[in-house]
């Protein structure tokens, strides 16, 4: 896949995601930026290519010919924003394995942090949160 677009895959099924997407949409400073759902079939086909595991749940960002998952993918969107949201990449300095343990925190338990009554289900429960 060779593309000048920068394309960030994010779960369309999470609001925490959404609302983050609508969050860099409003603030992005290029037009080189995309979001495509990880549940749409440009996602599946890509991962195929890129030999990604199916059951991938993060967000996977696509630029320059690498891929990028977890936080260095979620933390590199937020160089493609206007100032002072860029300065959120200073957290690339900090080691993979602590950034990946923080955002693997935050992805088990989104939907408890932000759950939206009418859609989101507890991965615990049968009940709405």
């Not at 957290?91 to 343990?101: M, N, S, Y």
Request: with cysteine.
């Amino acid at each position: 896949m060779k593309t000048k677009t920068t394309i960030v895959f994010y779960d369309a099924n999470c609001s925490i995601c959404r609302k983050s997407v609508l969050f860099a949409e409003k603030r992005k400073r290029t037009d080189n930026l995309e979001f495509v759902p990880l549940q749409s079939e440009v996602f599946e086909k890509f991962r195929r290519q890129n030999l990604l595991p199916e059951s991938l749940h993060s967000v996977v960002l696509y630029e320059k010919e690498k891929t990028f998952i977890h936080s260095t993918a979620a933390l590199k969107v937020f160089k493609f924003l206007r100032p002072p949201w860029n300065w959120i990449t200073i957290f690339l300095l900090c080691p993979k394995f602590v950034r990946d343990a923080v955002y693997q925190f935050i992805v088990h338990k989104r939907y408890l942090l932000d759950c939206d009554h009418n859609e989101c289900f507890s991965s615990r429960r049968e009940t709405p949160c």
